[in-house]
């Protein structure tokens, strides 16, 4: 009995550490920046944020109690760990991170995307969904755009949605479809970059642009 329970202690004492050492060895998610960091790339965090609407207080360099609200603001409203601390997933959201116009069908990429979609063109045919997606992706792109999907739909004053904060809504299932397809490739807007609703919109510019589809109540030009 004593012999089983000794070899039951150091095969317990063997599991623990097995266990302790895989902890140590899983790589764990880079903190690249958090309450207390200070340095250049605070300042584009700060930029950033700022770019986007959210209120950093000054742009010092200097990660403060209000740049860590901000971020967890910022967080929050793209269904991020609201945390305060800036990893890789809140540097990509950003869109200070990453690859140059690489969207994929992850969750981050999809949801922020079909909010998107779905503030802009809920009440539009599928089709028309799929392509107001497919002007997002081809802004991105494309040389006057930013070159990121967080960095378009960020870019002051270009989506109404992003404007009103409409965009923080659940996407209908639809428009989690339009996107992954968009995502994947298709492009009824036929490589437009610009849409609007003509009953809504009065801006002369706009209306000056050269149309290549109508869909639904959207016309989408170059």
Not at 121 to 135: I, L, R
């Amino acid at each position: 009995m004593k012999r089983w329970k000794l070899a039951g202690a150091a095969m317990a004492l063997f599991l623990a550490g097995v266990m302790l050492t895989a902890g140590l060895c899983e790589p764990s998610v880079p903190t690249l920046a958090q309450l207390g960091s200070s340095g250049e790339q605070v300042t584009k965090i700060q930029q950033r944020l700022a770019e986007f609407g959210y209120d950093v207080g000054e742009v010092d360099g200097v990660f403060g109690s209000q740049t860590k609200n901000a971020v967890i603001k910022f967080q929050k409203d793209n269904g991020l760990t609201a945390d305060g601390v800036v990893g890789t997933q809140t540097l990509a959201a950003l869109g200070l991170s990453g690859t140059a116009g690489s969207v994929t069908a992850d969750s981050l990429d999809l949801d922020l995307l079909a909010r998107v979609i779905s503030a802009e063109a809920k009440g539009e045919p599928y089709e028309g969904q799929v392509a107001v997606g497919a002007v997002i992706l081809n802004r991105i792109e494309h040389p006057s755009f930013p070159n990121t999907l967080a960095g378009v739909i960020y870019q002051a004053g270009a989506f109404e949605s992003v404007s009103n904060g409409e965009y923080l809504k659940a996407a209908t299932e639809s428009c989690i479809r339009a996107a992954r397809e968009a995502i994947a490739g298709s492009d009824p807007s036929g490589g437009a970059i610009y849409f609007f609703n003509p009953a809504k919109t009065s801006n002369e510019w706009m209306h000056s642009r050269p149309v290549i589809v109508t869909i639904g109540r959207h016309v989408f030009c170059k």
